[in-house]
């Protein structure tokens, strides 16, 4: 892997990469993708980053998932990114299209966790609360990490009574989610540095909102070339969730783009 923006002062190698084995430190190579999207130091509010995956034609899924755009560096900086964060938030519909379970420890590097619990819970929005309550991202979550599900007032009481069996129910809003309240709940029960997860109708959400902090997206060389829709899908129609972004960093690895964006200064 190499970094192709900014120019690097020294050599702009940051491989070799540790693809596969065990998740303990990484070696230099995850200490310097660690040291490139560490979460700033002293945030007034929580920062929120999300993490998107594309093709070369802008499609957000191959077959219905994401998985099949991903490659090796993509999915060793989606380790780092989420062993970087205090919670992992997504919808569930992408929990639902990706079958989401909650993290284990050999999925994050334990070195960068410092201090806080092995493994950063899952917080699932969700209206319906169509969740298997004993499958494993609920049923599954470590003690400490257990799995927060934030959802409405208007949720059905006998579906929250069934998930909060297995996971923490947290009311944000009236008759929907709003971001604002979700991202202060997490504030609230000390996660601040949040990584979004999609899909692209939450983050459409979190950024028409104006609470997008960062974008982390790869680009794959790869044309889907199909009716997929694109990784941010806006809540109504026009420009709800148009946002300036300053780009931040480039990677490359075997012809993927990693870039980092960031919320435009005003
Ligand atoms: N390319 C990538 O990087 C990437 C990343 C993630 C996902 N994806 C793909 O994107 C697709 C899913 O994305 P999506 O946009 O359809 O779904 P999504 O944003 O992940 O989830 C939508 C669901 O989340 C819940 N939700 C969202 N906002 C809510 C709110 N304000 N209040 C209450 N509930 C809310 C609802 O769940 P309920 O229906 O339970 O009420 C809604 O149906 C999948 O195909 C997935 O593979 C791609």
């Not at 938030?89 to 619990?117: D, F, K, S």
């Amino acid at each position: 892997m190499r970094q192709i923006f900014p120019p690097p002062a020294g050599a702009p190698e940051i491989g070799p990469l540790p693809y596969g084995g065990a998740r303990r430190d990484g070696g230099p190579a995850v200490a310097a993708l660690a040291a490139l999207y560490a979460y700033p130091a002293a945030a007034a509010a929580p920062w929120l980053r999300a993490t998107m995956v594309a093709s070369a034609d802008g499609a957000a899924t191959l077959d219905g998932r994401s998985g099949g755009l991903s490659g090796d560096a993509d999915r060793l900086v989606f380790s780092v990114l989420r062993s970087l964060a205090d919670v992992i938030l997504v919808g569930a519909g992408t929990a639902r299209a990706e079958r989401y379970r909650a993290v284990r420890p050999g999925e994050v590097w334990t070195a960068l966790r410092g201090g806080r619990a092995p493994v950063p819970p899952i917080a699932v929005i969700t209206g319906k609360l169509d969740l298997n309550e004993d499958a494993p991202l609920l049923a599954g979550a470590a003690e400490g990490a257990r799995t927060i599900v934030l959802t409405s007032d208007a949720a059905p009481a006998a579906r929250r009574a069934a998930v909060a069996r297995h996971a923490d129910v947290v009311v944000a809003g009236p008759d929907a989610v709003t971001p604002a309240a979700a991202v202060d709940a997490l504030a609230a029960r000390g996660y601040r540095r949040v990584l979004l997860e999609g899909g692209p109708g939450l983050l459409g959400q979190v950024t028409a909102a104006g609470l997008l902090d960062e974008l982390c997206v790869t680009i794959s060389p790869v044309l889907e070339g199909g009716r997929a829709g694109r990784i941010l899908t806006a809540p109504r129609a026009g420009p709800d969730a148009a946002a300036r972004l300053t780009l931040a960093h480039v990677l490359e690895d075997q012809g993927s783009l990693l870039c980092r964006y960031l919320r435009a200064a005003g």
